[in-house]
């Protein structure tokens, strides 16, 4: 008996080896590969995005945002996460300022990717409104308004973590949170502001729109100007960007929902070491998972956009002769 136990034992601190393993092998590689692909590809967005033409366009505006709010977080969050998850080391548990902000930061600078896409889903809709009030809320000043509003806003809604964070002892040394309430409750809070809440506004917002399109399709006339024809062409690709876009994080933040609303509703439930290994498994892909979403827009524009292309391309040409 005492052998069968002993064996039992043993087989499954292997399988918790083995998981703990496939963690941290498979966050050496798939950080590598998200900091390449997102500091790339975000650059590239930039890139296109404040080309002069599109630099006052208020859908670009938002896309710009996101894409400089993602490429910054990147470059900072993910490293970080390699040295603690890939390497264990933890350069946060030095200094409490350095625990609490790097939370902090972790949290408003990934929100704020996902919001800026939001808005960009609304700018669309409003700018496809047959409304011409309604199309006015679609401009260069509303959106130069909006984005530090934006900013701002992500700041206090996420101002607790500040408070919450701090160096705990037992049973290792981390930076986390020593308030089971808070816990749950910053979990279910980050699922609304980054999960759930924006992949719901941009679907909504992504139907209104089509709906929009289908009222206001007319059948062209010769009355209609070339200025008039290639406005209406670009305001269709950047209303594909937006919709392809939207769907794309949409899904990828809804995985990562998934992942923190399992979390939070297990959060007081008693868990055996081996089904905490697989629940810090099950945690790693879905946040994976949402990374290589942002790491990765700028496929997303280039497949769903032609102008996207030309204007990359073509502001290389303008480089190059």
Same mark, same amino acid.
């Given at each position: 008996?005492?052998?069968?136990?002993?064996?039992?034992?043993?087989?499954?601190?292997?399988?918790?080896?083995?998981?703990?393993?496939?963690?941290?092998?498979?966050?050496?590689?798939?950080?590598?590969?998200?900091?390449?692909?997102?500091?790339?590809?975000? &650059?590239?967005?930039?890139?296109?995005?404040?080309?002069?033409?599109?630099?006052?366009?208020?859908?670009?505006?938002?896309?710009?945002?996101?894409?400089?709010?993602?490429?910054?977080?990147?470059?900072?969050?993910?490293?970080?996460?390699?040295?603690?998850?890939?390497?264990?080391?933890?350069?946060?548990?030095?200094?409490?300022?350095?625990?609490?902000?790097?939370?902090?930061?972790?949290?408003?600078?990934?929100? &704020?990717?996902?919001?800026?896409?939001? *808005?960009?889903?609304?700018? $669309?809709?409003?700018?496809?409104?047959?409304?011409?009030?309604? $199309?006015?809320?679609?401009?260069?000043?509303?959106? $130069?308004?909006?984005?530090?509003?934006?900013?701002?806003?992500?700041?206090?809604?996420?101002?607790?973590?500040?408070?919450?964070?701090?160096?705990?002892?037992?049973?290792? $040394?981390?930076?986390?949170?020593?308030?089971?309430?808070?816990?749950?409750?910053?979990?279910?809070? *980050?699922?609304?502001?980054?999960?759930?809440?924006?992949?719901?506004?941009? &679907?909504?917002?992504?139907?209104?729109?089509?709906?929009?399109?289908?009222?206001?399709?007319?059948?062209?006339?010769?009355? *209609?100007?070339?200025?008039?024809?290639?406005?209406?062409?670009?305001?269709? *690709?950047?209303?594909?960007?937006?919709?392809?876009?939207?769907?794309?994080?949409?899904?990828?933040?809804?995985?990562?929902?998934?992942?923190?609303?399992?979390?939070?509703?297990?959060?007081?439930?008693?868990?055996?070491?081996?089904?905490?290994?697989?629940?810090?498994?099950?945690?790693?892909?879905?946040?994976?998972?949402?990374?290589?979403?942002?790491?990765?827009?700028?496929?997303?524009?280039?497949?769903?956009?032609?102008?996207?292309?030309?204007?990359?391309?073509?502001?290389?040409?303008?480089?190059?002769?």
């Amino acid at each position: 008996m005492s052998s069968s136990s002993t064996t039992t034992s043993a087989s499954v601190q292997n399988e918790i080896n083995t998981i703990n393993s496939i963690i941290v092998i498979s966050t050496r590689y798939c950080s590598l590969i998200i900091i390449v692909l997102g500091v790339v590809c975000n &650059l590239l967005n930039i890139y296109v995005f404040t080309r002069p033409q599109l630099r006052r366009n208020p859908c670009c505006m938002y896309f710009l945002s996101s894409s400089i709010t993602t490429l910054v977080y990147i470059v900072i969050n993910v490293p970080l996460r390699l040295l603690q998850m890939g390497f264990n080391i933890d350069p946060m548990l030095d200094s409490l300022i350095a625990c609490k902000f790097k939370y902090f930061f972790t949290y408003t600078w990934r929100s &704020l990717s996902v919001w800026f896409l939001v *808005h960009a889903s609304v700018d $669309r809709f409003l700018h496809s409104s047959s409304n011409a009030n309604v $199309r006015r809320w679609s401009s260069y000043k509303i959106a $130069r308004l909006v984005i530090p509003l934006t900013f701002l806003v992500a700041q206090l809604a996420y101002a607790h973590v500040l408070v919450f964070y701090e160096i705990l002892t037992s049973p290792r $040394r981390t930076c986390s949170i020593g308030n089971k309430a808070y816990n749950i409750f910053l979990g279910i809070w *980050h699922v609304i502001t980054y999960g759930t809440g924006p992949a719901l506004l941009m &679907l909504i917002f992504s139907l209104l729109t089509i709906r929009h399109v289908r009222q206001r399709r007319i059948i062209p006339t010769a009355s *209609h100007s070339i200025e008039e024809n290639q406005r209406s062409s670009g305001d269709n *690709h950047f209303l594909r960007m937006a919709l392809a876009q939207c769907v794309f994080i949409a899904i990828a933040t809804t995985i990562y929902a998934v992942g923190q609303w399992y979390t939070t509703l297990t959060a007081e439930q008693s868990k055996s070491s081996l089904q905490v290994a697989i629940d810090n498994l099950f945690y790693f892909w879905t946040g994976t998972i949402s990374a290589f979403g942002h790491a990765t827009t700028f496929f997303i524009f280039t497949l769903s956009s032609k102008f996207f292309r030309e204007q990359l391309f073509r502001r290389r040409r303008g480089r190059i002769y």
